[in-house]
């Protein structure tokens, strides 16, 4: 079974500090690995996304996450943060394989608060 | 970023009460997902849909949920009778290949009472 670990129910940073959100996953294949941004009331946007290749990838608004396959990991980064980039973040998990769809599987989500 | 559109954005019932929730397709995608978020809980898969058949459902995708997408057009989630629990944020999401990105659209809260 897929899962998804986010281990840090709320973290609180200051205007320009860095920010790592962490993420652990658990799936049987190679896994396809997500980070979504949901502001309050909002839908989910996509912040940035590995399926294959280079490990580093950057996304939307300065983020970027680093697949690790020895640790299960795709952490968040972000060097410098931003008041605006206050909200709740959300790691995914999936597959895919022609002719089947394949569900993304989330973690609890990580809040982040920006202090200015 | 391919746009999802869902109608409506909110919507209250009645509890027992049949609600049909609407997302609007985009003609190339073959994919098609439910999901629901419980105030402050994480977002939860219900179905996967795919080439007009059910790819595969949740537990908690039980006889009450079903879905369609009849001619073709609007991607519907119906709840027959509906419970209080039912009480969430629903998204639709699509894809169009089957290595792609899942977009999500706006949701439908909707809240039974």
């Known amino acids: 079974a897929q899962s998804v670990t986010q281990p840090d129910i709320h973290i609180t940073v200051s205007e320009g500090a860095s920010l790592e959100l962490r993420c652990n996953y658990s799936?049987?294949?190679?896994?396809?690995l997500f980070w979504y941004v949901q502001s309050p009331g909002q839908g989910l946007q996509l912040l940035l996304k590995?399926?294959?290749?280079?490990?580093l990838v950057q996304g939307i608004k300065g983020f970027e996450a680093e697949f690790k396959r020895s640790q299960s990991s795709f952490n968040l980064r972000k060097p410098s943060v931003h008041w605006s980039d206050a909200a709740e973040y959300f790691c995914?998990?999936?597959?895919?394989?022609?002719?089947?769809?394949?569900?993304?599987?989330f973690g609890t989500g990580t809040r982040l608060q920006v202090t200015l | 970023e391919p746009e999802v559109t869902q109608t409506p954005s909110h919507q209250v019932t009645q509890m027992g009460q049949e609600v049909i929730l609407r997302c609007v397709p985009i003609?190339?995608?073959?994919?098609f997902y439910w999901y629901r978020q419980i105030l402050g809980q994480k977002v939860e898969f219900l179905v996967s849909?795919?080439?007009?058949?059910?790819?595969?459902k949740s537990e908690i995708f039980d006889d009450q949920f079903s879905v369609e997408r009849p001619d073709g057009s609007n991607f519907t989630l119906k709840i027959r009778s509906t419970k209080l629990e039912d009480s969430a944020m629903y998204f639709c999401?699509?894809?169009?290949?089957?290595?792609?990105?899942?977009?999500f659209g706006p949701g439908t809260r909707l809240t039974v009472l």
């Open positions: 995914a998990v999936g597959g895919g394989s022609t002719g089947t769809a394949s569900k993304l599987t």
């Open positions: 799936y049987g294949a190679t896994p396809y």
């Open positions: 590995y399926f294959s290749g280079d490990t």
């Open positions: 003609s190339n995608h073959l994919y």
């Open positions: 849909f795919y080439n007009n058949e059910i790819s595969e």
């Open positions: 999401a699509r894809q169009q290949g089957a290595v792609d990105t899942q977009y």
